[in-house]
């Protein structure tokens, strides 16, 4: 513990530095307003910059505490575009779009995106205090999470998902079909097989997370606001000038807790990042809080949950990146790819032999997360009133916008069709009624339940039993089962109180 | 068209390092107007720094700094694609390929393209296979853990960062193979890239990591892993130079080099290809070019020209074999 605290003092001392400060606050200012554009998350933010930060020839440390600016600014700034525009920057953030979209609609986007730099705050603090303090004891433990372990936890996630939209348990599950069906398109990891590329090179790697999110969702929304606006059924959005209050938080004060906790854990295992963080958090606390029915409708809860969550979650991927050089999401993985230009080897090593970059990118993320939240709340009104633009303008910017995001990573025109063509396929999901969250979850949720049930069968080499016989994957099965069962009990107080779509 | 948004803070990223990098006789003169390194993958990965290891090499023997684009799309295809389609002959750019890369033309991967449909012009460098244990294995040795699978093939959970078929199953293929054992009956677990394997590893999931020397550094001299084995012709430098060689254990045929290199389109002039095959051949000779290897954690490997050529095809013409006794294509 000794070593922690003065690995801590030399990383304030690094991160304290006026230029060093300057950057992380440069960082995660930039950092939010890239996040705020709708199409443009944390992969994208970080990658766009990532060039830039090698070029100005800055000293590793400081580069490095530049990009985790960035990181977590693009972070909180994502909430931003999924709140307002109903069009999330990556995966991580569409549980976001469930009840912070409807705020919105409400005329609360103030409180919604107050809450939601509050949750995001507690949640990322609660990750970086425990990360400092038991950083290597947690990776020994991430490490021992077996595929079989994995398969129990997607088990786990998806039957909380279960509970994601209950008013139509059917189209929910089609959705997921439909998300696990689209995972499955590319190179099959296991074998090398080819699977529903139907000889299109650029479908040989499957379909990027960024392109689905974008396109079912993003493009979705805007042929559908498109649409309402032909049709002259589109609401203006007055504009508000609501505020998170004591009551907000001591309403939440338990979801973000939980979620906290939950985001984190499921972001300290290399397999599993944000997206499966919120995904899960929002599930379990639609089950233990959502007595009313009021998730899906703008529920400040079902908001606080995934928020808390993901920042959590973005906290806890930093454990196996820094520790034991695996990242635990694509951000970090690109993080990782960061260090490695810099000719710094992330791993063991690295905090004896580079303590200063080690301990000072985790000094960073105590500021950068405290930044964060003096940086955002003054700015909720400001970003509030981006929902002030009239629509003819707004719309067309996004869609540009969401282009340059997806363009930006992918770097490929062929998945800039993809999200038109998955734009209107998402499109007449909506017109049937469906869920869009499902089809997300079930493909993120899908390649990781595959991948790992195979790489289980094989470890086992085919004996099924494999499966239930660690303590971890036992309780997550049991768990499983309870958030199953929970339903049934409570299934017809839910179905009188469930009013409204959720979208 | 294929330009990214990129391409412009790279020539950033360009100039700053050639501001740093050490200048050449002016002797060179050289062809290559707009000098393009095309990675076909997203930034980060190791194409990248294939890339950045020609950005940085060259950077004092071309008239202005070379761009870095990003072309990621179906592992490498989209890129081979489209320099067989539109840019053939286009004598500014090179494309960065790995072992990957050859072994995915060897197996057909590529649809239509192959090894003949590009010319291979010079090394960035070269990285090893390493056969990996935990540190508290049983497995003190190579030959402890290789007549362990002898006794029974299927008791030892093998990982590696790739599928079946993929260079990192080629790894693992080969060592059994060296001692006879039928590769297709191996207890092979794919994962995502090396980070998940190693997770696995030090979790106990799997016995046995077929790995890479270059992201084994972090690892040499900590508790966590043991390195049975490099998998290179000789033994390598520090910090691995107390690790033996396969071969020199005696595994004949188990080598494994991961090359990093760049082609070009079929269709470019000589007088261009020679010019990039002379670049490099001049920069190799530099003491800059080794440290930026170095620090790229790349080995030297270093060959250009027509030479390099000959040698990629027989490499290719390898793996072929290899892959057809292993029942990967007819």
């Known amino acids: 513990m000794d070593l922690v605290f003065s690995g801590l003092a030399q990383g304030f001392a690094v991160a304290l530095q006026p230029f060093n400060l300057f950057l992380v606050l440069a960082g995660c200012f930039a950092g939010t307003l890239i996040g705020a554009l709708p199409g443009i998350g944390p992969i994208n933010g970080v990658a766009i910059l990532l060039p830039i930060a090698y070029g100005l020839g800055f000293p590793p440390e400081s580069a490095l505490i530049l990009l ?5 600014g693009a972070e909180y700034g994502g909430r931003i575009s999924s709140i307002l525009l109903n069009v999330p920057g990556d995966a991580g953030a569409v549980m976001t779009t469930l009840d912070g979209n409807p705020m919105a609609k409400n005329g609360e986007a103030g409180r919604a995106l107050s809450i939601s730099a509050v949750a995001s705050f507690i949640g990322g603090t609660f990750a970086v205090v425990l990360m400092s303090l038991f950083g290597p004891l947690l990776s020994s433990y991430a490490v021992t999470f077996s595929p079989s372990d994995y398969v129990a936890l997607m088990v786990f996630a998806f039957a909380s998902l279960a509970s994601l939209v209950g008013k139509n348990p059917v189209k929910t599950l089609l959705g997921a079909l439909i998300g696990l069906m689209l995972a499955s398109i590319g190179i099959d990891a296991n074998t090398g097989v080819m699977r529903f590329t139907f000889g299109v090179p650029d479908l040989l790697a499957g379909i990027d997370f960024l392109v689905i999110v974008i396109g079912l969702f993003g493009m979705a929304e805007l042929i559908h606001l498109v649409e309402q606006q032909a049709a002259g059924t589109l609401k203006a959005l007055k504009v508000d000038k609501t505020f998170i209050s004591m009551k907000d938080l001591a309403f939440c004060k338990w979801t973000i807790i939980r979620s906290s906790i939950i985001g984190f854990f499921i972001g300290i295992l290399p397999g599993t990042g944000a997206s499966v963080a919120s995904a899960v958090a929002y599930g379990s606390e639609k089950r ?13 809860r079902g908001l606080a949950a995934p928020e808390a969550a993901n920042n959590a979650a973005a906290g806890g991927a930093m454990v196996p990146m820094l520790t034991l050089g695996i990242p635990g999401s694509g951000t970090t993985a690109i993080l990782l790819g960061a260090l490695l230009l810099f000719n710094v080897t992330p791993g063991p090593l690295m905090f004896t032999q580079r303590p200063e970059i080690a301990w000072g990118l985790i000094a960073s993320m105590y500021v950068g997360n405290l930044a964060l939240l003096i940086i955002n709340l003054p700015l909720v009104g400001l970003f509030a009133r981006m929902l002030t633009i009239p629509q003819q303008y707004l719309t067309p910017l996004i869609a540009v916008l969401a282009f340059i995001g997806v363009y930006s990573v992918v770097s490929n025109p062929h998945d800039l069709y993809m999200i038109i063509g998955l734009g209107v396929f998402g499109w007449f999901l909506r017109k049937l009624q469906f869920s869009l969250a499902p089809v997300i979850l079930g493909f993120v949720l899908g390649g990781l339940f595959e991948d790992n049930l195979r790489r289980a069968l094989s470890i086992s080499g085919g004996d099924w039993s494999i499966l239930f016989t660690s303590i971890d994957s036992v309780v997550l099965y049991i768990l499983a ?23 | 068209m294929f330009k990214n948004l990129l391409t412009s803070v790279a020539i950033a990223a360009g100039l700053a390092t ?64 489209l320099f067989n389609t539109t840019r053939t002959d286009d004598p500014n750019a090179i494309v960065a390929f790995s072992s990957g890369s050859l072994l995915n033309m060897a197996t057909g991967k590529y649809g239509q393209f192959g090894e003949k449909d590009v010319k291979f012009v010079a090394t960035a460098g070269a990285d090893f296979g390493a056969v990996v ?29 790739g599928g079946v078929g993929s260079q990192d199953w080629m790894k693992g293929a080969l060592m059994v193979k ?20 190693i997770a696995s590893l030090l979790g106990g999931s799997i016995q046995a990591y077929m790995g890479d020397v270059g992201e084994l550094v972090s690892y040499v001299g900590g508790d966590k892993l043991r390195i049975l084995a490099v998998m290179s012709p000789e033994r390598l430098e520090a910090p691995f130079d107390q690790v033996p060689t396969t071969k020199e254990l005696g595994y004949e045929g188990a080598e494994w080099v991961i090359l990093r290199g760049f082609y070009m389109g079929k269709n470019v002039s000589d007088e261009a290809y020679n010019a990039w095959a002379d670049a490099f051949k001049a920069a190799y000779e530099t003491e800059e070019f080794a440290n930026i290897q170095k620090e790229k954690g790349l080995l030297p490997l270093n060959m250009a020209g027509e030479e390099f050529q000959k040698d990629v095809l ?17």
Request: hydrophobic share 40%; proline share 5%.
């Open chain 1, 68 to 72: 985790a600016g960035i990181y977590y």
């Open chain 1, 481 to 503: 089962a309870i958030v199953v069962i929970l339903p049934v009990w409570f299934g017809i107080r839910r179905r009188r109180a469930v009013k409204g779509a959720t979208t």
């Open chain 2, 314 to 330: 027989l490499r290719v013409e390898h793996m072929r074999d290899v892959a057809k006794e292993a029942g990967l294509i007819e």
């Open chain 1, 288 to 300: 233990i809080s959502d007595t009313e029915g009021t998730f899906g409708t703008g529920d400040p």
């Open chain 2, 18 to 81: 050639s501001l740093t990098t050490f200048a050449l006789a002016e002797s060179h003169t050289m062809a290559i107007d707009k000098p393009e390194c095309i990675a076909p993958a997203q930034p980060g990965g190791g194409f990248d720094i294939t890339c950045r290891v020609a950005q940085a090499g060259l950077s004092s023997m071309t008239s202005r700094p070379m761009q870095v684009t990003f072309m990621p799309g179906g592992i490498g295809a989209v890129a081979i694609n």
């Open chain 2, 178 to 197: 060296s001692r006879n054992l039928d590769p297709k009956a191996m207890r092979y677990v794919a994962f995502d890239g090396g980070g998940e394997a």
């Open chain 2, 133 to 161: 244990v935990n540190a508290d294995s049983e497995y003190k040795t190579l030959d402890d853990l290789m007549t362990a699978l002898e006794a029974d093939l299927g008791s030892i959970a093998i990982g590696a960062g």
